[in-house]
């Protein structure tokens, strides 16, 4: 008897500042999130996901971007990363 593993598609993260276009791809949201290295820029990003079927397209405040991104604490980071997840809700299986 073979067993089988349920494939679990991957999130792609798209991430759009200023013009130009950051694309990653990870198991998890904060591991994709994690992996998308744009210069910082406090400006508004436009961020897509995809996870098989389901897509979502949000536009992310200047404050968010500096804190996932941008040279600051681990306590912005971690607030920030908090609001993504919110945003995201439903790519958090």
């Known amino acids: 008897m073979t067993k089988t593993k349920a494939i679990k598609p991957k999130i792609k993260a798209t991430l759009k500042l200023l013009g130009k276009y950051y694309i990653a791809e990870g198991d998890t949201l904060q591991k994709t999130l994690k992996k998308l290295t744009p210069p910082v820029a406090k400006t508004l990003g436009i961020l897509t996901l995809e996870k098989g079927k389901l897509k979502r397209e949000k536009i992310i405040q200047p404050r968010i971007v500096m804190g996932l991104w941008g040279k600051c604490g ?20």
Do not use: S, V
Request: net charge negative; glycine share 4%.
């Open 74 to 93: 681990q306590t912005m980071q971690d607030i920030a990363m908090k609001h993504i997840t919110l945003l995201f809700g439903d790519f958090n299986d």
